[in-house]
């Protein structure tokens, strides 16, 4: 038995820190925390000193049995869990847990996964940061009160199934604000001047006009002017600039560059990071800092002089912007700048080369530009043509690396061609194109880290969970804005001719970005109409720098949490109590039929229109909104369209053809098949004829390819990919089968290994009692009675499971039957004198 257990969060991390250590190290994982507030309950003690109520959850008991079981017959525990406020509220629940002996428990950090590192942490051990352990705990708590208590508000005044939260609710509305600036966002037109212009030797470049005419008749006046003007170089400079490289990673600017250039969600970035630092590869990803230790700029420059030689190196500190950076204290960096590149997980190689890059160059020389400015002068008016243009002298860093941006209009200056002061120029033309202001970008994930940090909203670890928290909650989605065709003038000078044409662009195309959904926009607006200052900006960058307070051991965590409280909750209990329901109703108009009333709100089941009211003598009549339409933006026009779905387009084959509108979009209904239009298509402009092309084209796909065993074969495409369909059974096709001219004996070979892959899958199979033990994904196993599926922790033995054990997590794990309350019976109304 090792003399010594080492505990850290992750098994990756377990695998690579056990090839450091010798045979008297065990290394276990935890598999992240192996405690936390109930799921059920507030967990927190509201009425004295906001002391949490921490539990194992049912899939961590084996884990933390087995760790106790190693614990007791070790001669010392290292807690090795990552180097922030979450690791180390991980090694505390470990030690209190466990109930480790102090004296035989240490605690060791390192933020990079390297021999070296592993062994200087342990010859430089420490006890637990009981600062960091309650600054983790007072955002738990705070996160989990503010949540708890708002929800259930939601659930009564919005609607059931919504959640609130402190980062997520804020979050939001940043979201929705963006997007009532572009609602409201009106487009100013304006003529922009553009020119081609060669010199004596006949070369070409391009200049502009530094400012637009507001009309188009100022825009042809113009151009006539120059219809007989001589060009000369009025003014020609050129100057040395400089370019400096940017800082290394931090963990909210590697979300962004990687959104940029790998086109990476955040959560993605940050899962191919997680395994880029367990494997080894880099340091640790969750950082505020762009700090390099003076050993990795020592590795840096030894790189760069040995690839590109002494003039491209210059080593340099950087210094952060963030105020109380409190996770690791380096950037993020390659553990060893000598690999340029990694044989990995395709992704994973993007990422780490992208981390390579920015890390060395940032100990590179300043690339040296010649930047040039020429002005161009008319014989016929006074206004100036200018061109701009730039030549790298010497790349420095820029050989290896150039950070993005995010802004889509930035031009880059090209090469001018050699010119001289008063030189004179042929006009090859000029143009006067009408442009419009552009309303404010939506933000992209990245850009929504960029923003949330400058405010000082959440943290590293925050950012990724929080963006698919919102996603996932359906208050915001990412956009498939198709956008418009709009026409535009343009006025072209050549020849001494102006000439006018019409030509047309789209504009409003948004995919990708970050659109508030109708729920989202309501629920925001209820969030700030009665609890401001949770969703003002401010207050919530004050929270998080109360929690760096708490770090740094200056401020009691519990004093924090009876001063927040102590505002909050009345609020909470005023609101619930008194505040109306919020449906985000809009009124359009009136039905010309019945003049009533026509508005849209939020509905039990989601968007719907309205005509009439609950105080109607008749019954109102509803119709849900199609997938692609919104409360906010809805037209009366549109929203009384729906009311002629479902629409019956005639009969084919004997069966009624339908078209209606679904919660996956519109649809062509065909006796009991169901048939999709896609998103965007209007369901009102769908003929008979249409249909019945679309019908065809399904029953021709739905046709047998194929007979097994006396049960039809069929195949289609699905969202995960070409499938065939044999006896209600799905069957992926993979890139080794020719799709769409499988073979019969293909057929049948896919047919038996599913059925073969089934077969292996079931562990045990207790027919009798209709419950079973199947392999999962990721090496766990799901218990399953009818309805009724648990999930088992990779760490659960289910080879010797007996049926009563089975049986046990099954009743454990099933929902609750609902009783019905009898209805108390009323009294009856007392008799009028």
Known sequence: MAKNLVIVESPAKAKTIEKFLGKDFKVESSFGHIADLPSKELGVDVDGDFKPKYEVSKDKKAVVKKLKDLAKKADMVWLASDEDREGEAIAW?????????????????????????????????????????DAQQARRVLDRIVGYELSPVLWRKVKGGLSAGRVQSVSVRLIVEKEREIQGFTPVGSYRIDAEFSNEDGQTFKAKLPKNFSTKAEAKKFLEQNASADFKVADLTKKPAKKSPAAPF????????????????????????????????????????????????????????????????????????????????????????????????????????????RAIASQMSEAELERTNVKISATTHNETFTANGEVITFDGFLKVYLEGTDDEDV?????????????????????????????????????????L?????????????????????????????EGVERSYAQLTLQEGTVKDVTLSEKVGSDKGKLVPTDIGMIVTDFLVNHFDAILDYNFTAKVEADFDEIA????????????????????????????????????????????????????????????????????????????????????????????????????????????????????????????????????????????????KEKQKADAPIYMYKDLPVQKGKGRFGPFIKWNNMFINVNKKYDWDNLSDDEIVELIETKIQKEIDKVIHNWEDEGIRVEKARWGRHNVIKGKVKVELAKTVDVADMTLDEAKAIIEANAPKKKTRKTAAKKKPAAKKK
């Open 93 to 133: 629940h470990l030690a209190e847990t466990l109930k480790l002996d102090k004296d035989k428990t240490k605690r060791i950090v390192f933020h990079e996964i390297t021999k070296g590192a592993i062994l200087k942490a342990i010859e430089n051990p420490r006890s637990i940061d009981y600062d960091l352990v």
């Open 453 to 481: 940090e400058e405010l000082g909203i959440g943290r590293p670890s925050t950012y990724a969970p929080t963006i698919s928290t919102i996603q996932n909650r359906n208050y915001v989605e990412k956009g498939t804005v």
């Open 411 to 451: 031009e880059q200056d090209g090469m001018l061609p050699a010119m001289k002061t008063n030189e004179t120029l042929l006009n090859n033309y000029i143009s006067a194109t009408e442009r419009y202001t552009r309303p404010p970008a939506r933000y992209t994930e990245a850009s929504l880290v960029k923003k």
């Open 552 to 695: 740094e051991g200056n401020v009691d965590w519990t004093a924090m949490m009876q001063s927040f409280y102590k505002e909050f909750h009345p609020v909470v209990e005023d609101v619930k109590e008194n505040a109306d329901r919020e449906s985000g109703e809009r009124i359009l108009g009136e039905d010309p039929k019945t003049g009533k009333r026509v508005s849209v709100r939020l509905g039990k089941f989601g968007p719907m229109v309205q005509i009439g009211t609950v105080d109607d003598e008749e019954k109102p009549q509803f119709a849900s909104l199609g997938p692609d339409q919104q409360l906010n933006t809805i037209t009366y026009e549109e929203a009384m369209d729906l009311f002629q779905l479902p629409k019956t387009l005639g009969q084919f084959e004997g069966e009624e053809v339908v078209v209606n509108n679904g919660r996956f979009g519109p649809y062509v209904k065909f006796g009991d098949a169901y048939v999709s239009l896609g998103r965007g298509t209007d369901p009102l402009g769908v003929e008979l004829d249409d249909a019945i092309v679309l019908i």
């Open 250 to 357: 931090t963990t909210s600017t590697l979300q962004q560059e990687a959104s940029r250039k790998l086109y990476f969600s955040v959560s993605k970035t940050m899962t191919m990071a997680q395994r880029l630092y367990e494997a080894g590869l880099i340091t640790y990803m969750r950082t505020d800092s762009v700090n390099l230790s003076d050993e990795a700029k020592k590795g840096a420059e030894a790189e760069i002089i040995n690839a590109y030689g002494d003039t491209y190196s210059k080593p340099r500190n950087y210094k952060g912007k963030a105020k109380g950076a409190q996770e690791a204290h380096e950037a993020i960096r390659p553990t060893n700048f000598a690999t340029h590149s990694v044989d990995i997980d395709r992704d994973q190689a993007r990422l780490y080369e992208l981390i390579w890059k």
